[in-house]
């Protein structure tokens, strides 16, 4: 993913990925959020579903899906969290049987808002460990820049004995021009 502030033209490709990526988000650029195509969110759902299917089945079978739980890392600020993840987390469960994590972390503290837009990005959750214990966890982001957000989240779900396996991500972010686009980022190595 390479975003807006990278000082080169981008390609109708790198286009796509960036509306791709702020469908998903349901980040309505330019727009008021009642002015937003919420069609575009599902199809972006759609997409990202696809990408991540395709991703797991190749390393899991269905039955081994099924022991494990897919948490969404949460998003800057309640609001912001409900309309991004709560039904593309049930359409990634209900699609690939896994155990959905969504209702078992909760935002209790919203951020001093987004970290890549000045704030400072940290709030505060509640994570229910006694639904955790002893789970397997596969983490989704939707973009990775620094993966430092990854790392503190995987760290306060292993204090509750959740033992994190992945994390998938639609894309990194990246700054400079790359040989292949970095879409469907998997990093299986935390």
């Known amino acids: 993913y390479y975003p807006t502030t990278c000082d080169w033209e981008a390609t109708t490709h790198d286009w796509d990925i960036r509306n791709l990526v702020w469908d998903f988000k349901f980040n309505p650029v330019n727009r008021e959020i009642n002015?937003?195509?919420?069609?575009?969110?599902?199809?972006?759902?759609?997409r990202?579903?696809?990408?991540?299917?395709?991703?797991?089945?190749l390393n899991f079978d269905k039955e081994e899906l099924k022991k494990i739980t897919f948490v969404c890392i949460p998003a800057s600020n309640r609001e912001v969290n409900e309309r991004r993840y709560a039904k593309f987390s049930k359409m990634v469960c209900n699609e690939l049987g896994m155990i959905n994590g969504y209702k078992y972390v909760e935002i209790i503290q919203d951020a001093s808002g987004a970290k890549h837009l000045g704030g400072e990005g940290k709030h505060v959750l509640s994570i229910d460990n006694s639904f955790f214990k002893n789970k397997i966890v596969i983490l989704f982001d939707d973009i990775i820049t620094t993966g430092n957000s990854v790392l503190r989240f995987k760290e306060q779900?292993?204090?509750?004995?959740?033992?994190?396996?992945?994390?998938?991500?639609?894309?990194?972010?990246?700054?400079e021009k790359q040989n292949r686009h970095p879409i469907s980022f998997i990093s299986s190595n935390l």
């Open 35 to 46: 002015d937003f195509d919420y069609s575009d969110k599902v199809e972006a759902d759609r």
């Open 48 to 57: 990202v579903l696809a990408d991540l299917k395709c991703s797991l089945l």
């Open 157 to 175: 779900l292993e204090k509750a004995d959740a033992h994190v396996i992945a994390a998938l991500s639609i894309g990194k972010t990246r700054h």
